[in-house]
């Protein structure tokens, strides 16, 4: 199905702080996720299943539209895109190891349906009620792509700011992404009790019967580091329980808000760049030219002061 979605509709037709991500389903190589959204109108439901490229085609598609105002202010914590089935271990599913992902989804979902800017885009009404997958078409280059490739423009980090409430949310951000960056990466991964249970299962199979005293001094010792193992992987999945609706989750949620936030940030600074070229270049211009460089300059202000006033508000009350 290829949809189009380069305009922009008024609203959505659900409630976008309803939405769900139920469970996650094995669909061949491919690990989809079941997405309930409430309708505004009557007490019917939308039931889509996305897989991890469409949340990626998704997350295009919201920053393809470049000449939307103030879309470089805006602060999304961007999910993980283009896993499948492969990259997670055996019976993973079926131990419910997933809720994390769902959640983490779940949250991006809402946050992009209840902002006033992005929920406007219709990609947003095509992916939480369209039956079909939504269109493999390619994007054209965004801001986020541009902003991975631009090496050169990393040295603009360092630009000093002219607002003082911008440079100290940068210096905060800072200080803060890696911060929270190591806390997230202290806390049990789920994936090491499903190992766990793997490995203590696997010992069993080493177990043989017989008379031969080697083969079962053998099997002990594979019995007794089976029962080890089998510890393990309950304390770490009694751990795994509580992080997904506390600690863990919540040091992984503010570590992707703090990398987003940095991303609008340097967006922002890298604007700012170009409004003080701009008025340079207005200054220095031969009066032939004059007219021309001054109108170059008032645009760039006024998508700069847009910009600003949708990352303060971004800043001081995030979703």
């Not at 929920?119 to 269109?135: M, R």
């Not at 004059?290 to 645009?299: N, S």
């Amino acid at each position: 199905l290829q949809q189009e979605v380069q305009e922009v509709t008024p609203s959505l037709s659900v409630h976008g702080h309803n939405i769900k991500v139920t469970e996650a389903l094995k669909d061949g190589d491919t690990l989809t996720f079941l997405i309930v959204s409430q309708k505004l109108s009557g007490t019917g439901e939308y039931h889509v299943v996305r897989t991890y490229e469409d949340f990626e085609w998704l997350q295009q598609h919201l920053f393809s539209e470049e000449d939307v105002p103030g879309l470089q202010g805006v602060i999304v914590i961007i999910q993980c895109c283009g896993e499948n089935v492969e990259c997670f271990p055996a019976g993973f599913l079926g131990l419910g190891e997933w809720q994390p992902y769902c959640k983490a989804l779940e949250t991006f979902l809402r946050q992009v349906a209840s902002h006033s800017i992005l929920n406007k885009n219709k990609a947003v009404e095509i992916f939480l009620t369209s039956t079909d997958p939504p269109g493999r078409q390619r994007v054209r280059k965004n801001i986020f792509n541009r902003l991975s490739q631009a090496v050169e423009g990393m040295r603009k980090e360092g630009h000093k700011d002219v607002d003082e409430f911008f440079q100290t949310e940068r210096d905060q951000n800072l200080l803060l992404t890696g911060y929270t960056k190591n806390a997230a990466e202290v806390v049990v991964c789920l994936y090491e009790s499903v190992a766990c249970g793997h490995f203590s299962a696997a010992l069993h199979l080493c177990v043989e019967a017989g008379e031969d005293p080697d083969k079962q001094d053998f099997s002990r010792i594979c019995v007794k580091l089976s029962e080890v193992f089998e510890s393990m992987k309950k304390n770490m999945m009694s751990v795994a329980e509580n992080n997904v609706s506390t600690l863990g989750l919540g040091l992984d949620l503010e570590s992707r808000y703090q990398e987003a936030e940095k991303e609008m940030l340097f967006r922002r600074t890298c604007k700012l760049v170009e409004v003080e070229t701009a008025r340079r270049n207005a200054e220095k211009a031969k009066p032939v030219k004059k007219t021309a460089m001054e109108e170059v300059k008032k645009a760039a202000e006024t998508e700069f002061d847009h910009i600003c006033d949708v990352a303060k508000k971004e800043v001081k009350h995030p979703i």
